[in-house]
């Protein structure tokens, strides 16, 4: 007897433990488990933001659904293990899509992207900006949600402005110039301008606004042979001439270009808000005077646009099952509130495709920058994601045949048709 | 013909060699050529495009101005680099004071790297608060201060001239073979009342000759293959009035049109030969040396 009752707590002792442990695991495997890669780990800006909002999403959502982040900090790496995972049709549940010729290919391959058109349509997709939603559309197929974006408004140190006499920033090109002489009569060189690194940044963000004056929002979609290139090189040209950019504009490169405006020698500017910590930490006063505007309008033409760019888009393996798909969908939705990007904007000082606004007492001038993409009548991208990369290599060295060289805006579009060929 | 009596072991020594650089040299360098008839972005598929590329090169003032370019670069290091050097190694070999002491000073900027010599350079030219612009203006010359890497004509002349200073490696190679010319020569050369500079022109520079062309096509090699110095200082600007082949060369590369980029690779590889044999073929003669023996 005794040695029956010794068997039989053996056995339950055994039992219990073994039953337990499938009584759990029966209730982890309730849960839908998605992977999601991601570079914004370690020491980038968006790691700390981005792994609360997934904890918090995760609690929300606890024994349904659990997002795992697995942190891939090498970028490049990252971009090249998802281009080769798109090829080979093997996509992580959750990922950043980063939209580019190559990976906006893969939204005509079947069953390898997760569409997200019809959960748009009831209502999600109100929040986006609509310009950055269409850039995210191809055929109907909404393939990759759009997320964060880089925004590069005109900007403008009012105490310089000040000085010279200046109220407000011009909203044509014809008050520009005229501000733009005041200016110098103050003895202020009026734009920061560029020429070197591999795009001439500043100045092609300058000729992307005057491009989008002149043409709207789908000015790129224009081929080389029209006006408006040649007359976006005029207004251009004009900004090298006259004294309107300083001596070193050719062949200078964005150090030089920052650093005039840093140390308050132009006026005028153009830049992303990745730019916002390095003035608020080496020029306080500059941070502190400095407002955003659209780019002037040329005569006749477009004003208020601004000149923004897809940076990451989010994006989902294709799925049958129609739990995980629910699954993905309301991650999508969470990562994409209004207020959880804002928390994101104001803690890293990324801007996103979402109609949002931040809390102005954290930083005045990211404020700015959500303030200008908000009031934006359209946007549209700049010349670096609008053409082949032989023809932005050739932009900086156009402009200094133009300004070093003699050569006309006629001849600046030349050479940028002749890098276009082949 | 008969074999060596070890060739058995002269080619079990040789085949490692062999195998690398067949592999890492010989074959890469055929592909160039190959690579140089195809169209491909680095995905997907080659397309054979014939002497497409090569065509389109010719049409593009950058690829003209890289070549010409190239070729001033090849010049200038080769006869002017190549000349100071051979000028302050006869200085040196006449061990005046602190002669040891000048050669290290001398040959000091080689072992420096070359992106930080760019970068010194750089705060020399650039327009505002540059070094060279300060002092014209500090001695009353403002109507010369200028861009000087921004201009199209003093813009390659600025960047040569930053690399011609820098003669420690071949002053050290000249220093070498005009230390070991025999003493005598110069002894009886004084006996019979032949000054310095005759010494020097009839003695020093016959005698390390073969040298010296080693020396200048050294530097032309790098002459023909340089790209540092100009990619950090102009990039190639302004227009491309300072680019080389090196630099059209990584921009391509940069712009995934690999086609392009080993057409003008395998460009760089026949001027670079044609140059370097004719310069040779040019300046070789027979050993001096030999001629004294006798």
């Known amino acids: 007897m005794a040695r029956r009752v ?3 707590f053996l056995i339950a002792a055994f039992a219990f433990p073994v039953i337990g442990v499938f009584a759990g695991g029966a209730a982890e495997e309730e849960a839908i488990v998605l992977q999601f890669p991601t570079f914004w780990v370690g020491t980038d800006s968006k790691a700390v933001p981005v792994e609360e909002l997934v904890s918090e999403f995760n609690q929300m959502h606890e024994g349904e659904i659990r997002v795992q982040i697995e942190p891939t900090p090498d970028t490049d790496g990252y971009r090249q293990t998802i281009n080769t995972r798109l090829a080979a049709g093997d996509l992580p549940d959750l990922f950043i899509f980063q939209p580019d010729p190559t990976t906006m290919q893969y939204y005509e391959a079947e069953d390898v992207l997760m569409d997200f058109a019809d959960e748009l349509q009831d209502g999600w997709g109100d929040r986006f900006q609509g310009s950055q939603m269409e850039a995210a559309t191809v055929d109907g197929m909404v393939k990759s949600i759009p997320y964060e974006i880089g925004v590069t408004p005109i900007w ?20 520009f110039w005229e501000a ?22 500043t100045s092609m963000l300058w000729y992307s606004h005057i491009i989008g004056s002149i043409g709207g929002p789908d000015a790129w979609d224009r081929p080389l042979d029209h006006p408006q290139y040649e007359q976006a090189a005029e207004i251009l040209l004009q900004l090298y001439s006259d004294g309107n950019t300083t001596g070193d504009a050719v062949g200078g490169d964005a150090d030089v270009s920052g650093s005039h405006y840093l140390a308050q020698r132009t006026a005028i500017f153009s830049n992303g808000p990745w730019y916002i910590g390095r003035v608020a930490g080496d020029a306080p006063e500059v941070h502190q005077a400095t407002q955003l505007a659209p780019a002037p309008a040329v005569e006749g033409g477009e004003h208020g646009h601004q000149v923004t760019f897809a940076l990451s888009n989010l994006a989902a393996a294709h ?9 993905v969908v309301k991650f999508m939705q969470w990562m994409t509130e209004p207020d959880n990007v804002a928390m994101i904007t104001e803690e890293a000082g990324s801007l996103f495709a979402i109609n949002y606004e931040i809390d102005p007492s954290i930083d005045p001038l990211l404020s700015e920058f959500v303030r200008v993409q908000n009031e934006a009548p359209f946007t549209l991208t700049d010349m670096e994601r609008a053409f082949p990369v032989a023809v932005v290599q050739e932009f900086g060295g156009a402009i200094e045949a133009m300004v070093a060289g003699g050569a006309s805006p006629a001849e600046f579009v030349e050479i940028l048709k002749d890098a276009a060929r082949d | 013909m008969t074999l060596h009596k070890n060739w058995k ?5 040789l085949i490692p060699v ?15 050529f190959v690579l140089s008839t195809m169209s491909w972005s680095g995905f997907g598929p080659m397309e054979f495009v014939g002497l497409h590329n090569f065509r389109r090169l010719v049409g593009m003032t950058s690829f003209r101005l890289g070549i010409r370019n190239n070729l001033i670069w090849a010049l200038s290091l080769g006869f002017i680099q190549v000349g100071l050097a051979a000028v302050v190694a006869m200085i040196l070999a006449r061990k005046p004071p602190f002669w040891r002491s000048l050669r290290t000073v001398y040959f000091l900027p080689t072992v420096i790297s070359q992106v930080a010599i760019a970068m010194l350079w750089y705060t ?19 109507h010369l201060a200028m861009n000087w890497l921004g201009n199209f004509y003093t813009a390659l002349p600025a960047v040569i001239a930053q690399q011609l200073f820098y003669i420690g490696y071949f002053m050290i190679i000249i220093l070498a073979g005009v230390m070991s010319i025999p003493k005598s020569l110069y002894e009886s050369a004084e006996i019979d009342g032949a000054t310095v500079l005759q010494q020097e022109f009839y003695i020093t520079m016959p005698m390390v000759r073969d040298i010296a062309v080693v020396a200048m096509t050294l530097a032309m090699a790098f002459g023909i293959r340089h790209f540092e110095a100009t990619f950090l200082l102009t990039g190639g600007g302004p227009a491309h009035r300072t680019s080389t082949l090196g630099i ?47």
């Open chain 1, 6 to 8: 010794f068997v039989l």
């Open chain 1, 156 to 175: 403008y140190n009012t105490r310089l402005f000040d000085q010279a006499g200046i109220d407000e920033f011009p909203r044509t090109f014809g008050e």
């Open chain 1, 180 to 201: 733009a002489e005041a200016l110098k009569d103050a003895g202020i060189t009026p734009t920061s301008q560029m020429t070197g690194g591999a795009n001439a940044w």
């Open chain 1, 319 to 327: 799925t049958d099952d129609p739990a995980r798909r629910e699954a």
């Open chain 2, 9 to 13: 072991g002269i080619t079990l020594f």
């Open chain 2, 18 to 32: 062999g195998v690398m650089y067949f592999t890492f040299f010989i074959y890469p360098l055929g592909y160039v």
């Open chain 2, 124 to 142: 020399i030219y650039r327009e505002n608060f540059g070094l060279l612009n300060t002092v014209l203006r500090n001695f009353g010359f403002d």
């Open chain 2, 248 to 294: 059209l060369l990584h921009r391509n590369l940069h712009a995934a049109n690999y086609g392009r980029a080993n057409a003008i690779a395998a460009v760089l590889i026949v001027v670079g030969a044609l140059i370097i044999t004719l310069v040779r073929r040019l300046l070789s003669t027979r050993s001096a040396v030999e001629d004294v023996k006798q």
